[in-house]
């Protein structure tokens, strides 16, 4: 969906680098969702933000962290990347305040490869 | 535990057959259901959804879906499949008790025969 987009779209890095995935949206959503997808683990959920000040953690965040800068923008952080922190990493939005906030719309993904 | 499983983790169908893709879930509530699609190098995209109502969900594509209580499952079907079809299909859970949970199922990767 162009309306959520992500950079960068692949990168590679060596481990113990500081990495930044960016993630911008035009929907106007105020939920976020941070995703890493892993063959044949499918999706599972690094952080969400229901809006700016409201960060919750998912299934998977230890190693990560994010930010949320504004209602557009959410940020995931590796601070000390590792190889198994290699995946295709996905961001999502969700509109709470159109009564469909469980309907989730993806960014393209971004392909990270920890050497 | 909450949990959607998806059994089936390749499935091949020659073009113009049917498609069943299953998909069950564990919970004691009815949760909010859906299915998305993956092609290729791309993101997810919204197949249809489930929250009450008539069991049997239109999607596009031609892509329905039927949620049955009884078995806690949300089988994904198409009548007659493209070769275009191919991708791979995730079932996706929202469990809203409790701790929100959005959990994706392993997902299903259909082949398309020509």
């Known amino acids: 969906d162009a309306d959520v987009t992500q950079t960068p779209r692949n990168r590679i890095t060596k481990t113990g680098k500081r990495i930044m995935l960016e993630c911008s949206q035009t929907k106007g959503h105020d939920r976020m969702y941070w995703y890493r997808q892993d063959p044949g683990l499918g999706l599972r959920l690094i952080y969400y933000s229901f809006d700016v000040k409201d960060i919750n953690k998912g299934e998977i965040s230890d190693g990560y962290s994010v930010s949320r800068q504004a209602q557009a923008k959410f940020s995931l952080s590796l601070e000390s990347a590792i190889p198994n922190q290699t995946a295709l990493y996905f961001c999502?939005?969700?509109?709470?305040?159109?009564?469909?906030?469980?309907?989730?719309?993806f960014g393209p993904g971004t392909r990270l490869t920890v050497l | 535990a909450q949990s959607v499983t998806q059994p089936d983790i390749h499935i091949t169908v020659s073009e113009g057959a049917s498609l069943e893709l299953r998909c069950n879930y564990s919970?004691?509530?009815?949760?909010?259901l859906f299915w998305y699609v993956q092609s290729p190098g791309q993101g997810l995209q919204l197949l249809l959804k489930y929250f009450s109502g008539d069991t049997l969900v239109q999607g596009i594509k031609g892509f329905e879906a039927e949620f049955k209580r009884s078995q806690s499952s949300f089988n994904l079907r198409k009548p007659s499949v493209h070769w275009s079809d191919a991708a791979e299909y995730f079932c996706?859970?929202?469990?809203?008790?409790?701790?929100?949970?959005?959990?994706f199922g392993t997902g299903t990767r259909l082949k398309v025969l020509a």
């Open positions: 999502a939005t969700s509109d709470w305040t159109s009564g469909r906030s469980n309907e989730q719309f």
């Open positions: 919970y004691g509530a009815t949760p909010y």
């Open positions: 996706a859970v929202v469990f809203t008790s409790g701790t929100y949970k959005y959990i």
